[in-house]
């Protein structure tokens, strides 16, 4: 009788011990903490950019609609670049708002990322999302990475190879993409098949960058959004008031890239598209909303809006643009600088 009394008790103890333990959170990579009041908590990566501000109160907001209302931003993670201008001169500032907005600032991306269930990499020095990727992935939770994907395309692709070996769900995109307007261009029913197309944005030179990673990239994220994936070769050249960037298609489509210089001419978004049925144009302000509704969507399904096939092709197109300024317009072929980078496997 005393041996199966004591026996019970042995098994009622590890019951509770694994019960108990059950509920603990895992700070094991790749193991997410399971959520049951349906609520997404979000974690910031580099507070550094304006964007985190704008983001947070869209997400956060009391009165916010479907898809924000079961979403929060609940974490931050200042980084900053000591080298990188932009990025020194303001991440404290930043990083006091979250603060004062009720965000939970932390001391490292590990930290960060056990935390909550989907990461946003807003290190406003692209040089960074690498090395930052590389702790981020390893958990495998999805991310947005913040324009630019990188500073270079090596570092672009090394991401992508990152992702896949990790199983990581991630994209990255230029609010442009998603903005009011630019998305009804290529309706099929107005529009037609696209056959061409041409972009411009503002374009500002940053330090550590290409030319146009990290201004331009809007634009020609726009250009991409239009005209889908498969340019192969590029010419650009610079000149006082542009730079001025050609793609051909393989399908012989041809997309155009201005990027405006500062002080040279009145700056903008647009996008000027030719269709089998009409020729349209749109030029309109940003909108970080609907850039949002999707980054939501894909932090619940797994499934981004745009592949990361497009958005390595897109630092192609930057990178063949750069190497053809700097060749005076010498064509680029944006697909063999990803293949001398090992191609995306």
Not at 296 to 310: D, L, M, N, Q, Y
Request: charged share 20%.
């Amino acid at each position: 009788m005393v041996r199966r009394t004591w026996l019970l008790v042995c098994v009622a103890t590890a019951s509770l011990f694994t019960a108990a333990y059950a509920v603990l959170p895992s700070d094991e990579p790749n193991q997410q903490n399971q959520r049951t009041d349906g609520m997404l908590r979000i974690g910031l990566v580099g507070l550094d950019t304006s964007h985190v501000i704008a983001f947070t109160r869209i997400i956060n907001a009391p009165d916010a609609p479907e898809p924000f209302r079961r979403a929060r931003v609940v974490a931050g993670y200042p980084g900053g670049s000591k080298t990188f201008p932009p990025s020194y001169t303001r991440v404290e500032r930043f990083t006091n708002q979250l603060r004062e907005m009720g965000i939970e600032i932390v001391d490292s991306i590990d930290e960060l990322v056990r935390r909550v269930d989907a990461v946003m990499l807003e290190s406003v020095d692209g040089n960074q999302h690498l090395a930052q990727a590389e702790v981020i992935f390893k958990y495998g939770k999805p991310v947005y990475i913040d324009k630019p994907l990188a500073a270079n395309l090596a570092d672009a692709v090394a991401i992508y190879k990152l992702g896949k070996r990790t199983g990581t769900p991630w994209f990255s995109a230029s609010s442009s993409r998603f903005s009011p307007g630019y998305p009804a261009l290529r309706d099929p029913n107005q529009t037609g098949r696209v056959l061409g197309c041409i972009t411009y944005s503002r374009s500002v030179p940053s330090p550590g960058h290409g030319e146009l990673f990290y201004y331009g990239i809007h634009g020609v994220d726009l250009l991409f959004a239009l005209m889908g994936r498969g340019c192969e070769e590029v010419t650009a050249v610079k000149t006082e008031y542009f730079h001025a960037v050609r793609g051909v298609w393989a399908d012989g489509r041809v997309g155009e890239y201005r990027g405006l210089l500062p002080g040279k001419t009145r700056a903008g978004v647009g996008a000027l598209v030719f269709g089998q049925k009409a020729i349209r144009y749109h030029n309109g302000p940003y909108d970080y909303r609907p850039l949002l509704t999707e980054v939501i969507r894909f932090f619940r399904t797994g499934k981004p809006p745009v592949a990361p096939e497009e958005c390595v092709e897109v630092m192609a197109f930057l990178e063949a643009a750069q190497r053809s300024m700097e060749k005076n317009g010498t064509p680029v072929r944006p697909q063999e600088l990803i293949r001398h980078l090992g191609g995306l496997r």
